[in-house]
């Protein structure tokens, strides 16, 4: 357990600032910064049993896969009142990824130009790339970008409740989230997104949007709230 914690500049193969196969706590205002990793997790690796970020910042990191975070198999990761935010990736999760497997949630987190490859198909996810389960509450996403998934790519299970996804970019379809597993998102916002097709939502599998607001996406072919025909749709503004 550690206040105050400051990690700048690491550079390695994986896991450049932080890897954890334990337990992990960050408490404070502890800054994870300008990390890089070849392979996955700029900033913090989440390998094995669990780790919990308190007002954390995670910033300015850069990986192939999890440029500020990235959770495993079998690993679980919990932020609250925290900033994930400018990480970069040359393939998805810029933000965070979060294995088949892996478990993250977060509440009251800001994720904020977060960015993975725009030219490139295996850019998914700006904010998170998501193929474990994901839980988001109260948190803030804004003005990430990615080929596909300017917010969220979902191949996994996601619970989206009472945030707000507003202002990222897809290249591709899914400007706000684009869904390719199971998800829900209740008692929230999908505000001026931007994408090729489905600015708001793209969804190819199980999409539940419940008491919602999806308004003024912008798509540049098709579907500026919603594309891919498998979202239900209850009690919602669109």
Do not use: K
């Not at 960050?26 to 300008?34: D, V």
């Not at 192939?64 to 198999?73: P, S």
């Not at 998800?183 to 793209?202: C, I, K, M, W």
Request: charged share 10%.
């Amino acid at each position: 357990s550690s206040d105050l914690v400051e990690i700048q500049g690491a550079r390695s193969q994986q896991c450049a600032a932080i890897q954890s196969t334990g337990r992990l706590v960050l408490l404070g205002a502890s800054m994870i910064t300008t990390n890089a990793a070849e392979t996955h997790g700029g900033g913090v690796c989440v390998l094995g049993g669990s780790a919990y970020f308190s007002g954390a910042d995670l910033r300015f990191n850069h990986a192939a896969q999890g440029g500020g975070l990235y959770v495993a198999d079998g690993a679980v990761a919990e932020s609250s009142n925290g900033y994930i935010t400018f990480n970069t990736t040359t393939g998805a999760g810029a933000g965070a990824y979060v294995a088949a497997g892996g478990q993250l949630t977060s509440s009251a987190t800001g994720w904020v130009e977060n960015a993975a490859a725009e030219d490139d198909p295996a850019g998914a996810g700006g904010a998170i790339y998501n193929a474990g389960a994901v839980t988001l509450y109260a948190d803030v996403m804004t003005q990430n970008r990615a080929y596909a998934g300017g917010g969220i790519y979902n191949a996994g299970a996601l619970t989206v409740t009472r945030s707000d996804i507003e202002r990222n970019r897809a290249a591709a379809a899914g400007g706000g989230l684009h869904n390719a597993g199971t998800a829900r998102f209740a008692t929230s916002s999908l505000v001026s997104n931007e994408a090729a097709d489905g600015a708001g939502f793209y969804s190819s599998a199980a999409l539940a949007v419940v008491n919602a607001t999806v308004a003024d996406n912008r798509a540049a072919h098709s579907g500026n709230e919603v594309a891919g025909g498998d979202a239900t749709i209850t009690y919602s503004t669109v």
